[in-house]
């Protein structure tokens, strides 16, 4: 039993750590933060992310730069490095 808890704790970890992706923030403005991302984060408009580990949405999409809207994206200022991780669906019970 113990075996099959940290198999699975470990295997969400993983999922969720995939996601995640450094940039850095190029503007504020309006509690939107643009960040310039690498060429291999996939984002698309309207996703839910966490900016920092706070929740926020995508709201543009301009080749490798990303709009975010958070409620923390005004405490963030030009060349600030940000992690961006893409937000786990919520777990539904049976």
């Known amino acids: ?10 295997s969400l ?6 996601f995640a992706a450094e940039g ?6 309006d509690g939107q933060a643009v960040v310039e991302m690498g060429a291999d ?3 698309k408009a309207g996703a839910k992310v966490k900016l ?8 543009a999409v301009d080749g ?3 709009t ?4 923390n994206a005004a405490d963030l200022k030009a060349g600030d490095t940000v992690k961006v ?5 919520a777990l539904q019970g049976c």
């Open 1 to 10: 039993m113990k075996k099959l808890i940290s198999v699975l704790t470990l």
């Open 13 to 18: 970890f993983a999922a969720t750590a995939a």
């Open 24 to 29: 850095k923030v190029v503007s504020v403005a």
């Open 41 to 43: 984060a996939k984002f």
């Open 52 to 59: 920092n580990g706070k929740a926020g949405k995508v709201t």
């Open 64 to 66: 490798a730069k990303l």
């Open 68 to 71: 975010i809207q958070a409620p």
């Open 85 to 89: 991780d893409k937000a786990a669906a």
